[in-house]
Structure formats: structure tokens, C-alpha cells
């Protein structure tokens, strides 16, 4: 038999080749359901005691969204992260966070005491420069524990910071030019 292109092979010519292949038969396309064992086979069963989510506390719900903690980690995130804030004039919560952190090593207590005060200064006092985003009674619980400043002192206004990092500026971020360049970095790198 002469050698023939693709392109001049007739389709005919194929079906004919084709009939000596057996194809299965899909019966239940058909029949338009499937078996009832099929069907078990795809049920996943439900365990009785996982939390529902009305019932996750900070700690539970912290554990559950570790985009911003890997983050806080990773120095070369961290750097990313705080430009990124740095040109939306928006890095004062990552600063108090960072400051916070500072303060909990923090071992004398006279460094304890004027670290307090200069975080309050900075951050928490009404027309602060640059003052954080934080209620009425969260300041007053801070002014007070300033006369004797314990390491759990900033700990309420420090969660809340958290929370308003991991709901607004850590997506924000996730979804910017710098981390996507960050990114793709870092994937090049792995390569060289």
C-alpha cells in the first residue's frame, strides 16, 4: 500500500479501518442516572465534631487564615508588605504590630515602662501622629495600665490591629503588582 498523507486520507477510508474496534457502551449517559454504588462512592461522610464557624473563637479563627501570619514571618514578605502600606500611607498598624512584638521581649521593667509610654505616644493617644484605628474603650483600658505597664497591656488594641490587617490591607496586598512581582521572583530563583 502506497504511503498516503494525512490530508488525503478520506474519512470513509478511517470508519472503515475503525469497525474491528470494539467501543464500551456508556450505558448510563443513556439512561441519563447513574448506580446507586456509584453515587455512595462519591458521599463523603460528615464528622459530628468539627466547630461550627459561629462557635470559632480568635485563636481558632486566627489558625484557620494563615495568609497574614506566614507573611509577618517571611522577612522578605514582611519588607514587601510594609512598602506596599508605605505607598498607600497606610503602615501605621503594621508599625504599632511590630512595636508590640518589640515590647512583649522587652525584659526590665524600667524599659518596659518607657517603651509603653512611647508606643502610646506614638500610636494609641488621640491626634497621635500617627495614631491607629481603635475604639474609645480600648484606649482608656491602655491609658490606664500605664501607670504600671504589664507585657498584656497592648495585647486587646494589638488583636484588633491584627484583624484589620487580615481583612483589609492583607488582601489588598495578595492582589497587588508588588507581591505578584515578589512572587514571581521568588520562583525564579528557585530555578537559578
Given amino acids: 500500500m502506497p504511503k498516503l498523507l494525512f490530508s488525503k486520507v478520506r474519512f ?4 472503515d479501518l475503525m469497525q474491528n474496534v470494539k467501543r464500551p457502551r456508556r450505558t448510563d449517559i443513556l439512561n441519563g442516572r447513574r448506580r446507586k454504588k456509584d453515587v455512595q462512592g462519591l458521599m463523603v461522610p460528615k ?7 459561629v462557635k470559632l473563637s ?4 486566627h489558625k484557620l487564615h494563615l ?7 517571611d522577612k522578605k ?3 514587601a ?30 524599659n518596659l515602662h ?22 474609645h474603650h ?8 500605664l501607670e504600671k505597664p504589664s507585657l498584656s497591656c497592648f495585647d486587646e488594641a494589638q488583636k484588633h490591629v491584627y484583624l484589620l490587617m487580615e481583612r483589609d490591607s492583607c488582601p489588598r496586598f495578595l492582589h497587588s503588582d508588588v507581591y505578584l512581582s515578589l512572587k514571581r521572583k521568588s520562583r525564579t530563583m528557585w530555578y537559578i
Avoid at 464528622?47 to 464557624?53: A, Q
Avoid at 506596599?84 to 521581649?105: G, H, I, T, V
Fill in 58 to 61: 480568635w485563636q481558632t479563627e
Fill in 81 to 110: 508588605f510594609q512598602t506596599y502600606l508605605q505607598s498607600e500611607f497606610s503602615d501605621e498598624n503594621l508599625e504599632f504590630w511590630l512595636a508590640c512584638e518589640d515590647f512583649r521581649s522587652t525584659a526590665s521593667p524600667d
Fill in 114 to 135: 518607657w517603651k509603653a509610654e512611647e508606643i502610646y505616644e506614638e500610636f494609641i493617644r488621640p491626634a497621635a501622629c500617627r495614631e491607629i484605628n481603635v475604639d
Fill in 12 to 15: 470513509y477510508e478511517i470508519r
Fill in 138 to 145: 480600648i484606649r482608656e483600658n491602655i491609658k490606664k495600665s
Fill in 77 to 79: 514578605c514582611l519588607a
Fill in 47 to 53: 464528622i459530628n465534631d468539627e466547630p461550627s464557624p
Fill in 67 to 73: 495568609t497574614l501570619e506566614k507573611l509577618l514571618r
